[in-house]
């Protein structure tokens, strides 16, 4: 796979210029869902070294060590050469990683379709797990966090990834916190004996990403790929995540709550995930607490009334505001058409409305449209 990088981001910055901007208030897409989706695990792949792609076969997932002493120190695992910020504010590379695993899904070695072969037209939408976190977390994060998504339809099917913000970055004491939830998970968990009998030499001390599929209500069937992070003796999934020491006055309830146990939540639930794990730290770095999560059904640990938008929130709510959003995407976009999703509420810019725009256009790369049009080529025979 050749990846450029800025690919995404040079597209983004040139399509909409003069594209006409649609804003529509948030509120009308928060309808919530009737039933949380089932989540169907589809397929597996692992980056190694940041960068290299390695297919699997085998469904592998790190399991949680069954000793983990405290306190645990994850600042002395800190290393600055890791943050790349040029990788980190254009993402391309992993979003094609997405793309590379449908080719080889489909492909023999010798480069023939396969005839058990995976179709992107079987879902309505193939994201990245963090393209629907930003989204869903919109309804429910203390901060109002800016974000950009991309959607892209081509060949009936629609592809969304997330865009890293031009001012997005990290220095000091962010910098050391955007890295201890990796070490925290690298210190919890080990690889089993029967996974590293499926995996080649240099993919054990990879990170590993799923595939899942769920439909949100009756017929709206969605792709989503994300890091797999821990299962435990019995085989539930885990979602493992670091909190500061939650205050317990109302507002440090507050962000404890909408920062850290609902995105969590969306995150575990997107996955398929039974549990949470959470590491409660110091401002240093150290975990001096663990504890387990079940993750509920309607999100009811961490659901609250929001007085400005006069609206209860659950996650009920925040799985059909998702699903109503993406329903817009697949209704509105046609072929070779690029939609850009913006919310910026950050600094109070525009709290309570979503940004969309379209243009003629879309961002996948030359290699995988011609293996998709191969794809139904060979069907069609």
Request: with cysteine; hydrophobic share 35%; net charge negative.
């Amino acid at each position: 796979m050749e990846s450029d990088i800025g690919r995404i981001h040079l597209k983004y910055s040139g399509c909409f210029q003069d594209a006409h901007d649609e804003s529509l208030p948030l509120v009308m897409f928060a309808n919530g869902i009737k039933y949380t989706p089932t989540v169907k695990h589809i397929g597996q792949y692992a980056i190694c070294n940041d960068k290299d792609f390695v297919m699997l076969r085998h469904r592998v997932c790190p399991r949680i060590k069954d000793d983990i002493p405290l306190p645990l120190d994850l600042d002395q695992d800190f290393d600055e050469s890791r943050y790349n910020p040029r990788i980190r504010k254009h993402d391309t590379i992993y979003f094609d990683f997405i793309l590379q695993w449908i080719k080889e899904y489909n492909t023999k070695p010798d480069g023939i379709i396969i005839d058990n072969k995976f179709d992107p037209q079987d879902f309505h939408i193939i994201a990245k797990k963090g393209a629907l976190k930003s989204l869903g977390n919109t309804l429910t994060d203390f901060y109002c966090n800016d974000w950009i998504l991309l959607a892209c339809k081509y060949e009936g099917a629609i592809y969304l990834t997330d865009l890293k913000m031009e001012d997005e970055s990290y220095e000091g004491f962010h910098l050391r916190a955007s890295q201890w939830g990796s070490i925290f998970e690298k210190k919890t968990t080990e690889l089993s004996e029967s996974d590293l009998e499926q995996l080649v030499e240099g993919a054990t001390d990879g990170s590993f990403y799923d595939f899942s599929s769920f439909a949100l209500g009756n017929d709206f069937k969605v792709l989503v790929r994300g890091e797999l992070d821990a299962k435990n003796d019995d085989g539930e999934l885990y979602e493992l995540k670091t909190s500061a020491i939650p205050r317990s006055d109302p507002v440090g309830v507050s962000k404890y709550k909408r920062g850290k146990l609902a995105p969590a939540w969306l995150q575990a639930t997107l996955s398929g995930c039974k549990w949470l794990k959470f590491g409660y730290r110091d401002g240093n770095g150290v975990i001096h607490d663990i504890k387990d999560l079940k993750v509920s059904q309607d999100g009811r640990e961490w659901a609250f009334y929001d007085k400005r938008r006069e609206i209860f929130c659950n996650g009920k709510v925040v799985l059909g505001f998702i699903q109503n959003v993406l329903k817009k995407v697949k209704d509105d976009l046609k072929d070779d058409e690029m939609y850009r999703i913006v919310y910026k509420g950050k600094k109070g810019y525009d709290k309570e409305n979503l940004h969309f725009s379209k243009a003629p256009s879309d961002f996948l790369p030359d290699w995988y449209k011609a293996h998709v049009r191969e794809l139904y080529r060979s069907t069609s025979q």
